[in-house]
């Protein structure tokens, strides 16, 4: 397996007796070295293999990730931090070892500013929790990248998810941020104005740093007026492109759609099989709409027209809470349906994002790889961003199928970056696209391994991702 | 003068014979090194002292760009780019001296992508050229902070406007670019996909660096369709409160203002001089809407119901081209009308953000604070962002009045500061705010520093700037 050599760590450095006695002594019971927890924060939810750290420390407050990186830094032993573990590129992996530092319990909400239109979070809150939290407040926070992932890990991998189209994805929902730095300090990025030109944007810089500059220990995010009318409906497509015109011309035209979803057939099938929504399996648009009665109602007839057009069936609608939950919930379980298409494989998720001038062609051709390799792997996409991902079910105890998907993963790549997108819209970099960040970006990522020795020079914040 | 005092640079680093022969060799006639042609290059629209450049450097390429920077860092002499002067914090002062970097003539438009929503510009490339080269498609770009400033200067400093509270400032809107470094090495920052994952956000970071990091030699910028109604309008408060309360609400209940711009009285006075407006000497302000004629017909219908509870007058508006067109020239032309003022005095203009919530007290202490001072100093701001400017009126030959404009400007950014504000929303740091960016972001600016030597250890790249 190429990637499993890709993915060893350059050095051993392995937390040892000292470190873990100095740890105890501070962290006592928060210190876990017992297999099972360990390797509950190796990698989950990818095909890469779990690469588990030494030990877990599980931080409670601000003054214990100083602690632990100071105490790290003194013994040169790598920290992973981990929030809930969904990301899909090996983020939370150990591959040299060291501690993994669980910041789930740092999971309090510390303010909410209603008429700012902004709250503070500690990085272990989930978006479930903070929106539980804001219930009664008539605000929300919109970035929902699927799984319950934690605020801070969402932060950390720039993640964007459903409703990116219309509200943008982490980098343009943290107005700021606090983060202890290799060397233990606390740095606060900006205060609480909306906007600011204030100095180098150290905000943007540790969103989507996943971890490897500085690891962040609270949040001050935006909210949003949960809107007066939300309407959610599908429609049913003849073909791929028929669906990806209508999502341009929808863009193009300023219909401000707060999800625009494509399933591709077999998508549909697994979605039918896991939530039984009766589907024709076709390809399909999932929508929502959000603003006033009078908006959505407008925005609805307007997207009517444009799917009729493109060979779309009828696009209705529901505001009712319960249909748009249970056509949401179908979209968000969608890892797992997938994995229903054919029992036993594993679930490799991987995603590019394109110029959505390019995104047919590019799910075309890219249908027509899956085709040629034989692969039961269903689409689904952000399809607004021009972003998208293929759900490979792959044995991954089969060698040849393991290399099958790579290869695969780096055709998808390169006709990506051939149409000028990018090799990840959301899921990060992590252990797994490294070496397509290079074809990406070439000289750039001379310019991030400067930031990453200057910022880290010891290499003991989450060694061995982004960088090749 | 202090400040004065406070802008010397650190070291003389003059372009001396050597590099000027060698810059005379490849540039022949863009080389030049006359007193007005430098003088015109060093900052003129601030009271900031004008330090002058030794020479003048027109660039017509990336490659001319890239050989200025190389024989500049083989000469260790810094440069200074500069777009069209726009500028207010001394950006494009030349404290150590060394060479001006004119931009100005690579200004083309490279491509426009209608059905992505992007264009790639030369930083050139004022924004009203890119919208007059946009006129048939149908698109725009609005980032608009006033005076028809460089592209690539709106993106050095981070530049935002009236229309930030609703399309983000340029941090918002920029997709990607390329810049060449301190070592002379050109890097793009990302592809041309609307978001991405991959690395570190060399685009954000770049972005308001002021040219200290690197030098932008284009950039891809996100466009927008043209709204297919737009309306203008005014409407009077009884008080300044009343009005800023007005736009918290505005923001609250999600009406996607366009534009909400207050005016104080002296502000109108200074507008109906210059403009003619005829309006009532009263707190003021200025709205446009966008969207289709139902959602335009709405938000007037809403904004008229909030204004009405916060003792505002009647609002009008206009969706006539020309009535438009008057009110925004005449918000736009107020550096100029608040100098009618005071005739031979000079406009100091400083801004401040803060949390909107605060907007109302933060204005309100400022006011007592001028009325205190006895200067004449209309406020303006783009308060849907919390964002106002001040405009003082100053005899800049008078040491008395600089330094009751300094303790001013120290006491605005200190009410901001404990705001939890910002010292700057828009207008940058560059050499006016060093000392407020310390007292804003501490620890903070040590890890800008760390980037700072990281990316320019001869620091050639506008020194003097950002950093204190």
Redesign the interface.
């Given at each position: 397996m190429a990637l499993a050599d890709a993915i060893r760590g350059t050095s051993e450095r392995r937390a040892g007796a000292a470190v873990l006695a100095a740890l105890r002594e501070r962290f006592g019971e928060r210190l876990a070295t017992g297999e099972d927890v360990r390797r509950a924060h190796g990698h989950t939810t990818t095909y890469l293999p779990n690469q588990m750290p030494d030990a877990v420390v599980f931080a409670e407050t601000e003054a214990d990730v100083q602690t632990l990186v100071r105490l790290c830094a003194a013994h040169d032993v790598p920290i992973v931090p981990f929030g809930t573990g969904s990301s899909l590129e090996g983020q939370v992996n150990a591959p040299e070892g060291g501690v993994s530092l669980d910041l789930s319990r740092m999971d309090r909400v510390l303010a909410v500013?209603?008429?700012?239109?902004?709250c503070v979070v500690e990085p272990g809150v989930t978006r479930e929790a903070l929106n539980a939290h804001l219930r009664d407040t008539g605000l929300f926070f919109p970035i929902d990248p699927g799984a319950n992932a934690s605020l801070g890990g969402m932060a950390a991998?720039?993640?964007?998810g459903t409703n990116?189209v219309r509200y943008?994805?982490m980098?343009?929902n943290v107005i700021g941020l606090t983060a202890v730095?290799a060397d233990g300090?606390?740095?606060?990025?900006?205060?609480?104005?909306?906007?600011?030109?204030?100095?180098?944007?150290?905000t943007?810089?540790l969103?989507?740093?996943e971890g490897t500059?500085g690891i962040i220990t609270s949040l001050n995010l935006k909210l949003?007026?949960i809107?007066e009318t939300v309407l959610s409906g599908v429609c049913a497509f003849e073909t791929v492109k028929g669906a990806c015109d209508a999502v341009?011309q929808t863009?193009?035209?300023?219909i401000p759609v707060a999800r625009i979803e494509l399933l591709d057939p077999l998508a549909i099938r697994a979605a039918n099989m896991h939530s039984a929504l009766g589907l024709p399996e076709a390809p399909h648009l999932f929508v929502e709409l959000h603003g006033?009665a009078?908006?959505v109602a407008?925005q609805a007839e307007f997207f009517a027209a444009i799917t009729a057009e493109n060979g779309g069936g009828a696009f209705e609608g529901s505001t009712l809470t319960e249909e748009r939950a249970r056509l949401w919930k179908a979209r968000h379980s969608f890892y797992w349906a997938g994995m229903l298409l054919r029992p036993g494989a594993r679930a490799v998720a991987t995603d590019v994002?394109?110029?959505?001038?390019r995104l047919s062609d590019c799910i075309a051709d890219t249908l027509d790889d899956i085709g040629r390799c034989g692969m039961i792997a269903p689409i689904v996409g952000h399809v607004g961003?021009?972003?998208f991902h293929v759900q490979m079910m792959v044995d991954v105890e089969s060698p040849a199928e393991i290399e099958m998907a790579e290869a695969f993963i780096a055709r998808l790549n390169g006709r990506?970056?051939a149409m000028?997108?990018?090799?990840?819209?959301?899921?990060?970099?992590g252990q797994g696209?490294r070496s397509?960040?290079q074809a990406?970006?070439?000289?750039?990522?001379?310019?991030?391994r400067?930031?990453k020795?200057?910022?880290d020079p010891q290499n003991i914040l989450n060694p061995g991702k982004?960088?090749p």
């Open positions: 500013h209603p008429e700012d239109l902004d991998t720039r993640a964007s990116a943008g994805t980098r343009d730095m300090s606390l740095v606060r990025t900006a205060r609480r104005a909306k906007k600011t030109s204030a100095g180098y944007d150290l943007r810089l969103v989507g740093a500059l949003y007026g809107p341009i863009v193009q035209a300023g006033s009078g908006s407008e994002c394109v110029p959505v001038s961003d021009g972003n990506a970056l000028d997108g990018t090799c990840t819209g959301e899921h990060g970099i696209k397509f960040l990406e970006l070439g000289e750039a990522v001379s310019v991030m400067t930031i020795t200057a910022f982004i960088l």
